[in-house]
């Protein structure tokens, strides 16, 4: 604005600003949730197997686009990639959900192929 090309903002700070970071911050949300009596707790019309140790026991879903943790307490029980698919399971074999002959997948796999 003076005849200058870069202001004295720029001429001072320039030599001290670091580069932008490569991964893009991403706002987390947190929800309260109660795990159901199937070992699942439900987000946003979608259902996320937790270990049987929780079953009817409230915990908080910390989530963004891409993952969602699930806590008890201050402690991270369990981490699912987040899927927006309706009324579907994401299940980890992991939590090794109860059932008398294994899981409702294997049972199913057994009778189509």
């Keep these: 604005m003076n005849g200058r090309s870069l202001s ?11 580069p932008l970071p490569a991964i893009r911050h991403q706002m987390k949300e947190r ?11 439900t987000f946003k ?6 270990p049987k140790e929780y079953i009817g026991k409230r ?17 991270l029980v369990t981490t699912h990639q987040r899927d927006d698919t309706l ?8 939590h090794r959900l109860p059932g ?3 899981s409702y997948e294997n049972k199913i796999n057994l009778i189509i192929y």
């Design 31 to 41: 929800r309260s949730a109660t795990v159901m009596r199937n070992c699942y707790v």
């Design 8 to 18: 004295r903002r720029e001429q001072i700070e320039a030599e001290y600003l670091r």
């Design 45 to 50: 019309l979608h259902h996320y197997s937790m």
């Design 100 to 102: 008398r002959h294994g």
């Design 87 to 94: 009324y579907a399971y994401t299940t980890k074999d992991a």
């Design 59 to 75: 915990v908080e879903i910390v989530y963004d686009a891409d993952t969602l943790k699930i806590y008890h307490g201050l402690r």
